[in-house]
């Protein structure tokens, strides 16, 4: 049986990962997770905040830190050689609404490894 058609058919157990998002000010939010890490939230004074925290964008961090540890583990299990790997995310914003338009995530590996050799080039976007 394919490894994606296994997973469709067996799928891992479940886990939830609760947050909330705050309004404290302007634009200014704290995020919180179960465990009582915060992340301040914020936009730009240009766009009516205070700049105290990363804006909403910017928190493409969590995506390309989410697709970092899938991708190292996924390196590992396929017993590829992995001695560096770096994510780049971007958000492409439009000036009116709505803000957001797309995203892309750029991985760039060091080692033998091969994305071909994973059925993948390597780029989400």
């Given at each position: 049986?394919?490894p994606?058609?296994?997973?469709?058919?067996?799928?891992?157990?479940?886990?939830?990962?609760?947050?909330?998002?705050?309004?404290?000010?302007?634009?200014?939010?704290?995020?919180?997770?179960?465990?009582?890490?915060?992340?301040?939230?914020?936009?730009?004074?240009?766009?009516?905040?205070?700049?105290?925290?990363?804006?909403?964008?910017?928190?493409?961090?969590?995506?390309?830190?989410?697709?970092?540890?899938?991708?190292?583990?996924?390196?590992?299990?396929?017993?590829?050689?992995?001695i560096?790997?770096?994510?780049?995310?971007?958000?492409?914003q439009?000036?009116?609404?709505?803000?957001?338009?797309?995203?892309?995530?750029?991985?760039?590996?060091?080692?033998?490894?091969?994305?071909?050799?994973?059925?993948?080039?390597?780029?989400?976007?």
């Open positions: 049986m394919e994606l058609i296994e997973q469709i058919q067996n799928p891992p157990t479940e886990v939830e990962f609760p947050v909330a998002v705050e309004w404290l000010q302007k634009h200014q939010f704290r995020a919180r997770d179960d465990n009582d890490h915060s992340v301040t939230i914020d936009t730009a004074l240009d766009d009516g905040g205070d700049g105290l925290g990363m804006s909403p964008i910017r928190l493409l961090t969590a995506v390309a830190g989410c697709s970092s540890i899938d991708i190292v583990d996924i390196l590992r299990k396929s017993r590829q050689d992995l560096g790997l770096t994510v780049s995310a971007r958000g492409i439009n000036e009116e609404y709505p803000h957001y338009l797309r995203r892309s995530i750029f991985f760039t590996r060091l080692g033998e490894t091969t994305w071909t050799n994973l059925g993948w080039n390597g780029r989400s976007d």
